[in-house]
């Protein structure tokens, strides 16, 4: 990402760009950072051409390129989803990989929102004369420095782990719900009890807090946060998806932890979670026994069938399932 501010900043742009990876908010950050700078100002629309979806052949996409600039020192090419990073559609990635490498003087590819073969000849040619920028979902450290900065430090660090930890990870929801938090809180200092006020915590979020008071026997607060989730909007059916779900992951960390004594780094590239995900899910499984915890994942799948076929009214089957574990 420093090399894209770099270009920018010096206006020396390179032949072709590839932005991707799994944190969305960047990925369309950095990408209108380019398509914001790339083509002069006053000219943008006629220097730039969009090409989204699987629907373009590499000759039209490369026919665009071939239009040298119209007042201005650069022409961008903007190729989204077009499934020429992966498998499926050989010929045009082929065709491409070649128009790549002879990319005219004054000529921008920005290629981006792709699934990534490394090993693909269009990856690999975009490399050699350009950056490819993979950019993940961001660790939890690098989310609170993100959000202090963002809120111009009105958010302590506790703070804004507290935020981080509430609101959830996913860096588009944590953006809003800052605004929202900034607007709630005016001039004054943000505090803990502001983000509680202001802000709507994340499914996941809910779903881990309502997990932990089961385990700590605290009916009243799992029953409390899921009657909250229910009057957000969240659908029943979906609720108990996601508890099945952190009871699944509770049982395969804790596994993973006593049978081969992975460390949470371990247990995070086996099960393809974030560290503190898995780190979280340690501390909350002691509170169940693994016995335990597959019972409650089989009876979760039970209550799934129940309710679908109309054996229970959704809203009760899930409370039963909530009643029955935080006892």
């Known amino acids: 990402m420093k090399e894209i501010e770099k270009?920018?900043?010096?206006?020396?742009?390179?032949?072709?760009?590839?932005?991707?990876?799994?944190?969305?908010?960047?990925?369309?950050?950095?990408?209108?950072?380019?398509?914001?700078?790339?083509?002069?100002?006053?000219?943008?629309?006629?220097?730039?051409?969009?090409?989204?979806?699987?629907?373009?052949?590499?000759?039209?996409?490369?026919?665009?390129?071939?239009?040298?600039?119209?007042?201005?020192?650069?022409?961008?090419?903007?190729?989204?989803?077009?499934?020429?990073?992966?498998?499926?559609?050989?010929?045009?990635?082929?065709?491409?990989?070649?128009?790549?490498?002879?990319?005219?003087?004054?000529?921008?590819?920005?290629?981006?929102?792709?699934?990534?073969?490394?090993?693909?000849?269009?990856?690999?040619?975009?490399?050699?004369?350009?950056?490819?920028?993979?950019?993940?979902?961001?660790?939890?450290?690098?989310?609170?420095?993100?959000?202090?900065?963002?809120?111009?430090?009105?958010?302590?660090?506790?703070?804004?782990?507290?935020?981080?930890?509430?609101?959830?990870?996913?860096?588009?929801?944590?953006?809003?719900?800052?605004?929202?938090?900034?607007?709630?809180?005016?001039?004054?200092?943000?505090?803990?009890r502001d983000i509680d006020i202001a802000c709507t915590k994340s499914a996941e979020v809910n779903i881990f807090n309502m997990v932990a008071a089961i385990g700590m026997k605290n009916t009243e607060k799992a029953l409390e946060i899921y009657n909250n989730m229910i009057f957000e909007g969240e659908e029943p059916i979906g609720i108990l998806s996601m508890i099945a779900r952190q009871f699944r992951l509770m049982l395969q960390c804790g596994y993973l932890q006593v049978k081969y004594k992975y460390n949470a780094k371990q247990i995070s590239a086996e099960l393809k979670q974030r560290e503190f995900v898995v780190s979280s899910c340690l501390n909350q499984a002691k509170n169940f026994k693994i016995s335990v915890l597959m019972k409650a994942i089989e009876d979760c799948a039970q209550c799934d069938t129940n309710i679908k076929s109309g054996i229970i009214a959704p809203k009760l089957g899930v409370e039963l399932i909530i009643l029955r574990y935080s006892k």
Do not use: Q
């Open 7 to 192: 270009d920018i900043e010096s206006r020396n742009f390179k032949k072709a760009y590839l932005i991707y990876g799994e944190e969305d908010y960047l990925i369309k950050r950095y990408t209108e950072l380019l398509k914001k700078n790339v083509p002069d100002e006053a000219n943008a629309v006629m220097n730039t051409d969009v090409f989204e979806g699987i629907g373009y052949s590499a000759e039209k996409i490369g026919a665009a390129g071939d239009t040298a600039p119209f007042f201005s020192e650069y022409r961008l090419i903007v190729v989204s989803n077009s499934g020429l990073f992966k498998e499926g559609r050989k010929a045009d990635t082929g065709e491409m990989a070649e128009i790549v490498k002879n990319i005219p003087d004054g000529c921008v590819y920005l290629f981006t929102n792709e699934k990534v073969d490394k090993r693909n000849s269009l990856y690999k040619a975009v490399k050699k004369v350009g950056y490819c920028c993979e950019i993940n979902y961001r660790k939890s450290d690098e989310l609170i420095s993100w959000v202090k900065e963002k809120s111009g430090n009105r958010l302590e660090g506790s703070t804004a782990a507290y935020f981080v930890r509430n609101i959830g990870t996913d860096m588009t929801h944590l953006a809003v719900e800052l605004d929202k938090l900034t607007a709630y809180a005016g001039n004054n200092k943000i505090t803990n």
